[in-house]
């Protein structure tokens, strides 16, 4: 998984440390009901516990609301879960943070296509809203990041679902897992039908290794109509069995689920 540029961490953490909101512009508060019990603004040098509380003070930082409640609260999260179906009697559910629409859209956009790393707190907002999956754990779980090609890597110089999805982990707790590759004689996903993107996702991944634990949680960063995760989960299941040497027609050993920053739009 490629890191993030010097100067691409740089704009993104200076987004951090502004105490504005990442949309309004205007300074973001958060409720003093919603503030750490243990945290306090006030760091005596003379203490001699000053850099426990300079690094308590630098994580709230980083795990505050990066946007003003009027912001917040003027999106809507968790649109309802869908189910897309990867085998007969088999599906997969996919819950998105948010709807692909006005300022996440653009944020997204900004992003994905121009490199804008300034727009990448306002994402990292979004997947906070995520709910952590129930009985999920670093030791029972991993994040399967929707993978790129080598083509499109090339052209855009990043992969910016691995970087989101590398702050997916650190929010979980639950590391990343590689072990799938994308195919590079794929087209774009997007301005197809449903029909045209379930077709151009045919064979469209391999399989370089059987998952290390059980729960595999797929993540993208837009779910339009779910056909990219549910090719990828597809291939989780059936070249699992062939790795590992199984009948097709056994029991799915594994247990997937996806999720993603946005799905669609509500209007």
């Keep these: 998984?490629?890191?993030?540029?010097?100067?691409?961490?740089?704009?993104?953490?200076?987004?951090?440390?502004?105490?504005?909101?990442?949309?309004?512009?205007?300074?973001?508060?958060?409720?003093?009901?919603?503030?750490?019990?243990?945290?306090?603004?006030?760091?005596?040098?003379?203490?001699?516990?000053?850099?426990?509380?300079?690094?308590?003070?630098?994580?709230?930082?980083?795990?505050?609301?990066?946007?003003?409640?009027?912001?917040?609260?003027?999106?809507?999260?968790?649109?309802?879960?869908?189910?897309?179906?990867?085998?007969?009697?088999?599906?997969?559910?996919?819950?998105?943070?948010?709807?692909?629409?006005?300022?996440?859209?653009?944020?997204?956009?900004?992003?994905?296509?121009?490199?804008?790393?300034?727009?990448?707190?306002?994402?990292?907002?979004?997947?906070?809203?995520?709910?952590?999956?129930?009985?999920?754990?670093?030791d029972n779980s991993v994040i399967v990041a929707m993978p790129t090609t080598n083509q499109r890597l090339v052209k855009r110089g990043f992969d910016p679902v691995s970087i989101l999805a590398a702050q997916l982990s650190k929010h979980w707790h639950i590391p990343l897992w590689q072990g799938v590759e994308r195919i590079d004689d794929t087209v774009s996903q997007q301005g197809l039908t449903r029909a045209e993107r379930l077709g151009n996702l045919d064979s469209a991944f391999a399989l370089r290794e059987l998952p290390p634990v059980k729960r595999l949680l797929l993540f993208d960063d837009v779910a339009t109509t779910g056909a990219s995760l549910q090719a990828l989960g597809r291939t989780l299941y059936d070249q699992s069995f062939s790795l590992a040497g199984v009948n097709s027609q056994s029991s799915n050993p594994y247990q997937l689920s996806a999720y993603a920053l946005a799905h669609g739009s509500q209007l």
């Design 1 to 138: 998984m490629r890191r993030l540029a010097p100067y691409q961490s740089g704009l993104w953490l200076a987004e951090y440390g502004d105490v504005r909101c990442q949309l309004c512009r205007i300074y973001r508060s958060t409720p003093q009901s919603q503030l750490p019990q243990n945290h306090s603004s006030t760091i005596s040098p003379n203490n001699h516990s000053f850099f426990t509380k300079l690094r308590q003070h630098v994580n709230y930082r980083f795990d505050s609301g990066l946007l003003c409640s009027d912001c917040h609260n003027s999106i809507t999260w968790l649109p309802k879960s869908f189910d897309v179906d990867i085998t007969a009697g088999t599906s997969l559910s996919i819950q998105a943070a948010t709807y692909y629409d006005y300022p996440i859209r653009q944020a997204i956009r900004a992003f994905k296509h121009h490199e804008d790393m300034t727009k990448l707190p306002l994402l990292i907002h979004v997947l906070r809203q995520l709910p952590r999956p129930q009985g999920c754990h670093r």
